[in-house]
C-alpha cells in the first residue's frame, strides 16, 4: 500500500518520572522542574524512534501545567535541548487536552502546514509542595523581558456558571461524587453494594498500575483497602477515599513526536515503531452542569466517541485497547456506558489517575504513549483513548493502530449537535425557597477528621428546572452516606438549605 507522504503518523513516545527515591529529588536544588521532566521525555521519545538526537521542529506544544508558571514554557524546553521550533505552543487547561493537541497535530500535518512537531507536558507538584511544606524558595526558572509570548494553541472553556459558583460548587471533588449517586441510584443499587463495586472496579485499575513501569504507584490494593477509611485513607466526598481520588501529587512528564510519513522516512524511523492515529473527534456536554439534562448520562461522550469510530471504519467491538480517562469511578462509569464498554473489561492501560498518576493536564500524555506501545506490541490491533475535562464536561477522542487507516485522518466536531440536546433551567435562590423538590444526586464532603461537613444537593423543582442546595448538619451528612437519599423530598429555604421532609 503506498502512503500519502502527508499522512500523519505518530514515531516516538517517552515517559519519564521523577521517583520519591531518587538521588535528584532528595535535594530541592536539584530536583527537576518541570521543563526538565518534558526534556527528558522528549529525549525519551526521540530514542523510542531511533533518531540519534531531538531534531528542530515546526512546533513544540507544551500542555498547560499548574506546578509552575514559566510564561513560554516550550521555549524553555527548547533551550533545554537546544533546538528551534517554528512555534512555540501552550494550551488551554484541561485533561482532555493531550488528545487535543494529537488530533490538531494530526490536521497540521496532513494540511501541509506542519512536517514535524513535538506535544510534551510534565508537572513537578510533589516536589513544589514537598520545597513549600520545608520553606524552601525553588530557584526554578521563570519568564522575563527576554521571554517571548507563547502561542495560544487550543480553546478554553468556563465550566463553571453563575449558579455553580454561588453555591461553591466549583471544585472536582465535589461534582464527581454527586455524579456517582446519580449513577449508583440508576443502577438500582444500595448504598453499600454500590460502594463495594466501584472499589471493585478501582482495584482492577490498580493491579494495572501495579506492572506498569511508568505507574507512579505500583501497588495493587484489595477493593477493601480502598473503599475503608483510615489514617492514609481519610474520606474526601463520599463514597470516594483518597485511593479514589485521582493522586495529583507526583513528578512526571510525556512526549509525542508526530510527523508526516514523508518526514518520518527521511528521518529513517523504523517502520515498526509508525503508529498511526485513524481518526478523532473533539466536542463538551453542555456547558455547565446545571444544565446536564442528567448527571447519569454523558450524550457528548457517546456522540463524540461513535463519531470517532465512524470516521475509522470501526464499531466499539472492534476496539482491542482501551484507555478510558479515569480521574473518579464515576468518570469511568460514565464513559464505558456512553461507549458501550462492559465495565468489567480491562478499561485502563496505566492503571488511571489514582495510580498510575494524574499530574494534572497531562494524564492522557502518559495514556497516548502507553497506548502506542500496546499496539505496536500487537500490530494491527485497534486502540482508543478518551480524553476528559471539567466535570465529565470536555472531551476528546482518538484511534492508534500499527496499521495505517483506509482513508485519511479524519476528525469530527459535533458541538452544534451535542448543543441542540435537551437541557435543564435552573432556579436561583429566590425562585427555589418554599419549594418542594425532590434530591436527584448529592455529594457528602468530608473534613480532614473524618466526619461530614457540608452536603452538596442538585435537586429537581416539580416544573423540571433545578435547584442547588446544601446543608451543613453534620447528622444529615452522616445518614445521606448510609442510606439512599436520590429521590427523596425536600424543602428549600430562602438560603438555599434544604430540609427533609
Known amino acids: 500500500m503506498t502512503l500519502d507522504s502527508r499522512t500523519p503518523v505518530l514515531v516516538g513516545c517517552g515517559q519519564f518520572l521523577q521517583r520519591p527515591d531518587d538521588p535528584r529529588a532528595a535535594s530541592f536544588d536539584t530536583a527537576a522542574d518541570p521543563v526538565t521532566l518534558m526534556a527528558e521525555a522528549i529525549r525519551l521519545a526521540a530514542a523510542d524512534a531511533g533518531l540519534s538526537a531531538v531534531p528542530d521542529v515546526d512546533a513544540l506544544r507544551v500542555v498547560a501545567l499548574l506546578s509552575w508558571k514559566y510564561g513560554n514554557p ?257 468518570a469511568v462509569q460514565l464513559g464505558a456506558q456512553s461507549l458501550g464498554l462492559d465495565i468489567t473489561s480491562q478499561l485502563t492501560r496505566t492503571g488511571g489517575l489514582p495510580f498510575a498518576g494524574g499530574p494534572w493536564n497531562n494524564y492522557v500524555m502518559h495514556a497516548i504513549a502507553t497506548v502506542m506501545n500496546d499496539v505496536r506490541e500487537r500490530p494491527g490491533a485497534k486502540g482508543l483513548v478518551w480524553a476528559n475535562g471539567g466535570y465529565t464536561t470536555k472531551h476528546a477522542f482518538g484511534i492508534y493502530c500499527t496499521e495505517p487507516p483506509a482513508v485519511a485522518f479524519r476528525h469530527a466536531h459535533p458541538q452544534d449537535e451535542i448543543d441542540a440536546m435537551p437541557r435543564r433551567d435552573v432556579a436561583t435562590l429566590d425562585q427555589a425557597a418554599g419549594e418542594a423538590a425532590t434530591i436527584e444526586a448529592y455529594s457528602v464532603m468530608h473534613g480532614r477528621d473524618g466526619s461530614p461537613e457540608m452536603v452538596h444537593a442538585a435537586c429537581l423543582l416539580a416544573d423540571g428546572r433545578r435547584a442547588w442546595a446544601e446543608s451543613v448538619d453534620a447528622s444529615i451528612g452522616r445518614e445521606m452516606c448510609g442510606d439512599e437519599f436520590v429521590g427523596r423530598r425536600v424543602d428549600l429555604d430562602a438560603k438555599g438549605v434544604f430540609h427533609i421532609t
Open 74 to 330: 516550550a521555549w524553555f524546553v527548547a533551550r533545554k535541548l537546544g533546538i528551534t521550533a517554528g512555534q512555540y505552543g501552550l494550551s488551554a487547561n484541561g485533561g482532555n487536552t493531550p488528545q487535543t493537541l494529537v488530533n490538531s497535530a494530526a490536521l497540521d500535518i496532513q494540511t501541509g502546514r506542519a512536517d514535524i512537531i513535538i506535544l510534551t507536558g510534565g508537572e513537578a507538584s510533589r516536589t513544589k509542595q514537598r520545597a513549600k511544606r520545608a520553606g524552601h524558595m525553588l530557584t526554578w526558572p521563570k519568564a522575563d523581558s527576554s521571554t517571548p509570548s507563547p502561542e495560544t494553541v487550543s480553546v478554553d472553556l468556563s465550566m463553571a456558571g453563575e449558579q455553580e459558583i454561588a453555591r461553591r460548587l466549583v471544585m472536582p471533588v465535589q461534582v464527581y461524587p454527586m455524579f456517582e449517586t446519580a449513577i449508583r441510584a440508576r443502577a438500582g443499587r444500595s448504598v453499600a453494594d454500590h460502594h463495594v463495586f466501584i472499589s471493585e472496579l478501582w482495584s482492577r485499575f490498580s493491579k494495572v498500575a501495579a506492572t506498569n513501569p511508568n505507574a507512579w504507584s505500583q501497588r495493587e490494593l484489595s477493593a477493601e483497602e480502598i473503599r475503608t477509611p483510615s489514617a492514609t485513607n481519610r474520606m474526601i466526598g463520599y463514597p470516594y477515599t483518597k485511593y479514589m481520588n485521582s493522586n495529583n501529587d507526583v513528578d512526571m512528564g510525556a512526549a509525542l513526536i508526530m510527523c508526516s510519513v514523508g518526514k518520518a522516512e527521511a528521518l529513517g524511523v523504523p517502520r515498526d515503531q509508525w503508529v498511526f492515529i485513524h481518526s478523532g473527534s473533539d466536542c463538551h456536554e453542555h456547558q455547565y452542569i446545571s444544565n446536564r439534562w442528567t448527571f447519569a448520562e454523558t450524550p457528548a461522550i457517546e456522540l463524540g466517541g461513535r463519531c470517532a469510530l465512524e470516521l475509522a471504519g470501526l464499531g466499539i467491538d472492534d476496539i482491542e485497547i482501551v484507555d478510558l480517562y479515569s480521574c473518579f469511578a464515576s
